[in-house]
């Protein structure tokens, strides 16, 4: 038994180093990639190769490629937490594998929805500036979130002396989603833990 429990706890810490190790790959790519590396370099192909063969894989699956900038790789640092804390913590703790799930799913729906509030403000604030719709950047931000400020502008009457409120409403909206509903995720994970598990 105790040799078991060690297996259990070698792999466990095993797979958290190889996701941690891929996870800073995948940052190190996309960040990587927003100043046009050289692409004959060893390191630029190295990172390509760790991660192009995911981020094709998702990019059949989903939209992820919104005004030219790709969000493949935030949902694979999504995934990677996702992972880091459902699999590896149920390897280590031989079980709670549910709760750990559940823990897990509230994290990165938690990191997402915090990504789209960023995105958001920002978006907010280049408005003060006039910023020149042509730039990629610009783009992305109006395309992730022109169509939700529409859609609440159309239910909501939230312009007062010409100035909007729907990104203020949008990030009162995603901070109350992950405090019920992100945090009761994790929240419920954590108590069927501390019940037993499953």
């Known amino acids: 038994m105790y040799v078991e429990n060690n297996l259990f706890l070698m792999l466990g810490q095993l797979l958290h180093i190889l996701l941690t190790v891929y996870l800073w790959i995948v940052i190190i790519g996309a960040l ?3 100043v046009n590396p050289d692409p004959n ?8 190769s ?10 059949r699956r989903l939209p992820l490629i ?3 900038l790709d969000l493949s790789p935030l949902v694979v640092i999504a995934g990677i937490i996702f992972l880091d804390i459902a699999l590896v913590k149920s390897l280590v703790e031989q079980g709670n594998i549910i709760p750990n799930i559940l823990i897990g799913l509230g994290q ?9 509030m960023w995105v958001v403000i920002i978006s907010a604030l280049i408005t003060f500036v006039n910023p020149s719709p042509y730039n ?5 931000l109006s395309a992730v979130t022109t169509p939700l400020f529409s859609w609440l502008r159309r239910r909501l009457p939230l312009s007062f002396g010409g100035f909007d409120f729907s990104p203020v409403v949008v990030v ?8 019920v509903v992100s945090k009761g995720i994790i929240a419920a994970g954590i108590r069927l833990k501390l019940q037993g598990g499953f």
């Open 32 to 34: 990587i990639s927003w």
């Open 41 to 48: 370099n060893q390191i630029v192909r190295f990172l390509r």
């Open 50 to 59: 760790a991660v192009d063969p995911v981020f094709l894989w998702l990019r």
């Open 66 to 68: 919104i005004s030219g």
């Open 108 to 116: 990165s729906i938690y990191i997402l929805l915090n990504f789209y």
């Open 136 to 140: 990629p950047i610009v783009r992305f």
């Open 172 to 179: 009162f909206i995603i901070l109350f989603i992950n405090t």
